[in-house]
C-alpha cells in the first residue's frame, strides 16, 4: 500500500493551495477518505472527509467554506482545495482512508484509520 501527499509548501495569508494524495494497493474506491493536519505538539486534528463515493463531504468548523474535499477513484487521488489561507492553517497535512465507506459521526478522530501518507507540510506567512 502507498499513500503519498502533495502540494504543500509556502503561501502568504489570503492565498490558495491544492494538496493531493496518490494511492495505490487497495481498492480506493470502496473506501471513505479524510485530511488531517498536526502542528508539533498537538493531536491529529480531522480537517475533512469524503464517503467513497465523493457524495457526501464533512467539514470541521474552522474551514468550513474555505477548504474542499474531493476525489477521482479513477486516478485513485484525493484532493484539498485550501483557499483564503490563514496562518492558523499552517501544519503538516496527511490523508487517510478508512475501510467503512461512509464518514462516520467519528470521522475526525484518528483512530481507526487502516493507511497513511506521511504528510505534506503547508506553511501561511501573515
Known amino acids: 500500500v502507498q499513500v503519498e501527499e502533495s502540494g504543500g509548501g509556502l503561501v502568504q495569508a489570503g492565498g490558495s493551495m491544492r494538496l493531493s494524495c496518490t494511492t495505490s494497493?487497495?481498492?480506493?474506491?470502496?473506501?471513505?477518505m479524510a485530511w488531517f493536519r498536526q502542528v508539533p505538539g498537538e493531536e491529529r486534528e480531522g480537517v475533512s472527509c469524503i464517503s467513497y463515493t465523493g457524495t457526501k463531504m464533512t467539514y470541521t468548523d474552522s474551514v468550513k467554506g474555505r477548504f474542499t474535499i474531493s476525489r477521482d477513484n479513477a486516478k485513485n487521488t484525493l484532493y484539498l482545495q485550501m483557499d483564503s489561507l490563514q496562518p492558523e492553517d499552517t501544519a503538516k497535512y496527511f490523508c487517510?482512508?478508512?475501510?467503512?465507506?461512509?464518514?462516520?459521526?467519528?470521522?475526525?478522530?484518528?483512530?481507526?484509520?487502516?493507511?497513511w501518507g506521511q504528510g505534506t507540510q503547508v506553511t501561511v506567512s501573515s
Open positions: 494497493g487497495f481498492t480506493f474506491g470502496t473506501y471513505s
Open positions: 487517510a482512508a478508512h475501510t467503512y465507506p461512509a464518514c462516520r459521526d467519528s470521522w475526525a478522530r484518528a483512530q481507526g484509520y487502516a493507511f
